[in-house]
């Protein structure tokens, strides 16, 4: 992925999408919280997927589910808005959008440039 586009993430509301595959793999996403962003997330990883926990940035939970089906959603009125993308794309009505996913790797070092920069800035200042 792009630097410059994952820059863009930073400044972002983030979500962490944790995946585990059949096999008990677990993987690690960060893209934007937003309905219509966690509706594409679910379709564009439901692919051997067993199932998928979303947290916000303080690992407060989203939602989860089974595959491509929500599970539990604590907030029933966020729920109700992912579902007005997820169910059209359910059925084969609408594509998941592309949207600007990081994995683990690339957030982590994402991260740790942000921090080398500042710390570079902050030694020049003294």
């Known amino acids: 992925m792009e630097k410059e586009a994952l820059n863009d993430l930073l400044g972002k509301n983030l979500i962490i999408g944790y995946v585990q595959g ?7 996403y960060y ?7 966690i509706a594409s997330f679910i379709m564009l990883h439901k692919e051997n997927t067993d199932k ?3 947290t916000d940035m303080a690992d407060r939970l989203v939602l989860n589910t089974f595959g491509e089906f929500i599970n539990r959603c604590p907030d029933q009125e966020y ?13 084969g009505e609408k594509e998941p959008a592309d949207i600007l996913i990081a994995d683990e790797v690339e957030f982590q070092a994402l991260l740790y440039e942000e921090d080398r920069q500042v ?4 030694i020049r200042m003294l």
């Open 119 to 122: 710390t570079e800035a902050e």
């Open 31 to 37: 893209f934007e919280k937003s309905p219509s962003n």
């Open 52 to 54: 998928m926990i979303l």
């Open 22 to 28: 059949y096999d008990g793999k677990q993987q690690s």
């Open 79 to 91: 729920l109700q808005e992912i579902l007005k993308d997820l169910i059209p794309m359910q059925l």
